[in-house]
């Protein structure tokens, strides 16, 4: 095929990609700036490569005719999870969305691989809009922990390096590791609430400071300087003293405050 038409036909994917990617990585953003554990850790996608697709059509003998219908990870997402019960969480954001339609699931959690791989697959159907109108594609989502992904991304490097003739003794020592990522990942989540709960008083004292800093600079603005520089160094006492609860109740006042001044300038405004 010639390279123009493969750039057309890969063009709609491209699109499917920078979409998906941006709207899971949203979710992120509305987790954390609700102070809420986002079970998305992080988000990448590609478009695969011709080089691939060709591979691939030629191994499970795809005529190019079929080649969209039957090739369902032309668009890739990746999610990334910090603990294995998140998994069930994003597929079920997944399912519950509007714009996204699963078609099928490959659960390698239940049925771990041959290899010793372990993820949790969705195809979904996603529409784009493009020049010639919407395009409904398919696209491949992997959801999978920290741990298999570091498993997976050095297990694909030696398939990549042996070109699937993998030497027994590093076959081993990869199952061996696979064996390791379970109880890596069980261990993490026998603590997952500890770890939730530090994140979350992290994430918490985080957007905290952020607002307080952000009514201290519009207070700038509209009251004088003597009192905002006293109210700063209060800011920074508390902030020293890192203890959540204080912070919480400085932020409330430093809104009273900012709210009386907000009730000055529309009296003032008024008259
Ligand atoms: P890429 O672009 O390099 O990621 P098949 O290609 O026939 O094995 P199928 O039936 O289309 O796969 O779907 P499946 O099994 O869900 O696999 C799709 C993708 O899952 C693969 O893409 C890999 O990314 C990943 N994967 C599946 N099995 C393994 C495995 O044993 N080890 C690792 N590291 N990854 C795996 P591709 O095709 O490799 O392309």
Redesign the pocket.
């Known amino acids: 095929m010639e390279i123009q038409l493969w750039r057309s036909i890969l063009c709609p994917y491209e699109l499917a990609v920078k979409e998906l990617t941006v709207k899971f990585e949203h979710i992120i953003k509305e987790h954390r700036e609700n102070d809420l554990y986002s079970p998305i850790e992080q988000v990448s996608g590609r478009v ?1 490569s011709v080089s ?1 697709i060709l591979e ?1 059509m030629q191994r499970k003998h795809i005529p190019m005719e079929r080649m969209e219908e039957e090739i ?2 032309i668009a ?1 997402i990746r999610i990334i999870c910090q603990f294995e019960e998140d998994i069930d969480t994003v597929a079920s954001i997944i399912q519950n969305r509007s714009d996204m339609t699963i078609k099928s699931e ?1 659960n390698y959690l239940k049925h771990i ?1 041959q ?1 010793g ?1 372990r993820s949790y ?1 969705l195809i979904i159907y996603y529409t784009v809009d493009t020049l010639n109108g919407p395009k409904k594609l398919q696209a ?1 989502i ?1 959801i999978r922990t920290m741990a298999m992904n570091f498993w ?1 991304t050095i ?2 490097s030696l ?1 990549y390096k042996y070109k699937g003739d993998m030497p027994p003794h590093v076959a081993e020592r990869l199952s061996n590791a696979a064996d390791a990522i379970i109880s890596l990942d069980h261990e993490m989540s026998s603590v997952r609430n500890e770890i939730m709960d530090a994140q979350n008083s992290s994430l918490m004292q985080s957007n905290l400071v952020k607002d307080i800093l952000n009514n201290i600079e519009n207070l700038y603005r509209v009251s004088n300087e003597r009192e905002v520089v006293k109210i700063q160094a209060e800011f920074l006492r508390v902030f020293r003293a890192k203890d959540l609860q204080q912070l919480e109740r400085f932020h409330r006042q430093l809104d009273i405050i900012a709210e009386g001044y907000r009730a000055q300038a529309v009296y003032h405004n008024l008259k």
Do not use: F, R
């Open positions: 695969k691939s691939k369902e990870d890739g490959k691989k290899s791989y697959h491949e992997q997976a297990e694909h398939q």
